[in-house]
Structures are given as C-alpha cells and as structure tokens.
C-alpha cells in the first residue's frame, strides 16, 4: 500500500473518530453539568429565530444572578446562540403575526353536516397535527369543491384576536364563514362570530377584506378551529393563513412570589429565601388582619453576603373599614433585583403576625438563533458550566433590517421539565464520565498520530 494511501486512510480514520466521539462528549456534558432541561415546542419549523419566556421554574434551577448558568441545545448537544432581553426591549416582545399551518376540507352543509365524509387525522403528543386525510364512500361528493378550512392552532399559546388569509386572484369573492373550534376534532363549539373575505373590483376600485375577527380565543384557547363558508358554489384557493395575536405593546401583569419567613432574627425582622434568581421589580407585604407597620427592604446575593438596602422606610397598612378593605398597594424597586435573599426590618414590634412578603417580576425572554437539526432543549442549574458569549444581538439586528423593523423571532414554548444531573449538577466538582470521554477522545487522536508517526519512519518499498 503506497503510503499516500495510508496517510489518506489514517486521516479518513481520525476524522471518524472525532465525528462519532464528540457529539458523545457534548451529550454526556450536557447531562453531567446541568440539572434539567425543558424540551422546547416551536410554533413554526422554518424560523430563523425564535423567543421562549421563562417560566418560574427555570428562575428556580438558575445558579448566577447574571443567568449564566443555561444554554440552548440541538439534538446533537451542541450550544446554539442565544441571549437574555428584559421583556420591555422590542426583541423580547411577542410577534404581532404567526403563520398557521391549515388543511383543506369539503365544504359542508349550511347546518354544519358534511353526510359520508371521514376525517383521518394523526397528531403528535402535544396536538400537533402531522397528516389530515378525508374520505368518502358517497362518488357524487367527490367532485365538490374543499372551501373549508382546518386549521392547527396547537403551537399558538398566545391570545388569538383574528385570522388574516391570502387567495389566488378570483374574478369576485363574496363569502361568509361560520367559526368552530375543538380540542379534539371531534366535538366542535360554534363562536359567536361570523368571518366574511370580500374581494371585488369596479372599475379601478377594489374592495377587500382578508381578515376574520375572533371573539372567545383571548381567554380560552383552542387547538384547532374551522371555517365553513355559507355556500359551496364560491370557489377560493387560500395561499396563506396568519394567526393575529393580541397586542404586544400592552404591558403583561407582573407575577408574583408568596414568601413566608424561614427565620426571625431579632423582633421585627424577618428573613426570605425566593429559591431562584427571579428579575424583581416590585414588592409587597401582606397581613392578617388590620395593621399598620413601617418596614425596611434589604437583600443580599448569597448566605455570607452583606445585606443592601432596597426600599424604605415606607408604610404598609391593612383596615377593614365596614366590610370594604382599604389596604396600601405594592412598591416599585429602582430596577431589576435578582439577589435570593431577601430581609424585613419592622420599626418597632409586629404585634398582626408573620408578614408574607410578595416580590413581583416579569419574566425574561431568551431569543435564539435555530442552528442544527431538532429538537431543540433548554438546559439549566449548574454550577461549573457557563454560556459562553454570542454575537446573538447583532445577528439579530441584521435579521430586523431584512425583514423590516415589525420582524420578531418566532414563538416557542417551554416543555414538560426532566430531570439530567439533578442535584449533582449544582455541586462544584465535574462528573468522572466527562473526563472520561475526553480521555478517550485524545488517546484515539493519539492512536491514530502513532499509526502516522510509524508509517513515516518505516522505509520506502520500491515495486520493480
């Protein structure tokens, strides 16, 4: 064998080696070093970009004040680009618009009967649906028209205020639509609306009306919907279907945390542990009873660090005046705390009981850039592994001036939590199995630059 050959044989080795051995490394890292990992549902496959919202159990997994401590995973565990933004920064906001996936149907009688029709359908676990079959034994239906729509609203969390479709050109189009939504494609509520797509033309003047408004989505979500139009003789081709979701400029109610004192170091002081890094940006006491106490806030980052003050004096007080309760309202801290710690100092003694303090926080959002094959996972809690930095907030600069100043990431929601390391992760020492699996990554580089280093040295055969 001429010894180009080999050299060509050895690299083909040394790079299935690496191949095979990395994505393990990777995987067995992410299992040793972080404590859970939530499975991330998107709400559209070919997104750029999407935004996840914090949930307050991954504020209770986080480690580092900065959120350091969580990454972004594809399915072969390799860290995609992702950063934090505070949920008033215009990243961060929801997109106004999601595009639906939708399936085209039979048109159905006016009283909502479709006689000898079958709808097959196969869905994923969360609802998604993956194939829409219909089927019938009656010939003389085959021919009609599929005018009606179903559409999968599975992978849309948000509050749904209207649908916006796009058509073929038609000649004129004048068509009303009754609105069903199921959770099962099997039972079926009518809304109390009723949609009309208009697109008519007169001379140069053009009338229409691409959008159906939604009333009983905002509060009770659905996972599909259909639209049946009032008659079968209109036909229309849709080409698009978008999803309008309620307005991301209206500023989301904070969420709040119900603390009870773990201790009472001295009379009127009272000590809290939240049991995460949660943004708090405003504060309240709660009381059984009529009282009225003057307080002191302080919070510290961990059990050995000085406490710093954070809001007061200021006044609480709760007065039950004929049935009507008067009480006084919460306060707003000069920013974002994420200290754990929190501490209560009362002027003088607390005569009411235990005061429960309540920290409110909106949650961050954290926007990533997809990269790799699916599923995606969002992993959190440890104490070693950091995210290293990313050029995530340029990258998406350069995405907002392609697609226009209204472009925002796509949706994705966090999954069920599952356990990796657990506990472990939140100790400092590493996993033996990681370094196991370098080990064995460097000495099959070093087996392989052995078997190199040999055929160099051994001599040169000549063939006559």
Known sequence: MSRPLCMKRLLLAAMLLVAVLLPLV?????????ATQWPLILSRDDAGAYRVVLDEHVYRQLQTPDLRDFEVINADGVAMPAAVFAPEQPLAKPARRVPLPWFALP?????????GWRLISEAD??????????????????PLPRTALLLDLSRVREP?????????????????????VSDDLQHWRTLQTQGRLVDLRRDERRLLQR???????????????????????????????????????????????????LRTSSAGTFEYDSGGRFPVQ?????????????????????????????????????????GRGRRSGARTL????????????????????????????????????????????????????????????????ALREQNGPAWRPAPAYLGTPQVLAGEAALQPSRDWKTWLLWGVLGLGALVVAGLAASLLRAPRTTQD
Do not use: F
């Open 160 to 180: 749904i205020v209207a649908l916006e479709l796009q058509w073929k050109p038609v000649d004129a189009l004048d068509l009303g639509y009754r609105v069903e």
């Open 26 to 34: 990777a995987l067995a890292a992410v299992r040793d070093d972080y």
């Open 334 to 397: 000069g920013g974002s705390v994420r200290d754990r710690y929190w501490r209560l100092r009362a002027s003088s003694d607390v005569a009411a009981g235990e005061p429960v303090l309540r920290l409110g926080y909106r949650p961050d959002v954290v926007v990533l850039l997809a990269q790799g094959p699916t599923p995606y996972r969002l992993v959190a809690g440890s104490a070693r592994a950091r995210r290293a930095e990313s050029p995530l907030p340029q990258l998406v600069t």
């Open 107 to 115: 048109a159905a009688a006016a009283d909502g009967a479709a006689a």
């Open 211 to 261: 959008r159906i408004e939604l009333t009983g989505l905002r509060h009770r979500p659905a996972r599909y919907l259909r639209l049946t139009p009032d008659r079968n003789g209109q036909p229309i081709e849709v080409t698009a279907l978008n999803a309008e979701l309620a307005d991301a400029t209206v500023q989301a109610a904070p969420q709040w945390l119900a603390l009870q004192p």
């Open 125 to 142: 676990a969360d609802g998604r649906l993956r194939r829409v079959e219909v089927r019938t034994d009656d010939a003389t239906a085959l």
């Open 282 to 322: 405003q504060v309240d006491i709660a009381m059984p009873g009529n009282h009225a106490a003057e307080w002191r806030l302080e919070s510290r980052d961990a059990m050995d660090a000085d406490w710093r003050p954070r809001l007061g004096p200021w006044v609480t007080y709760n007065i039950d005046d004929a």
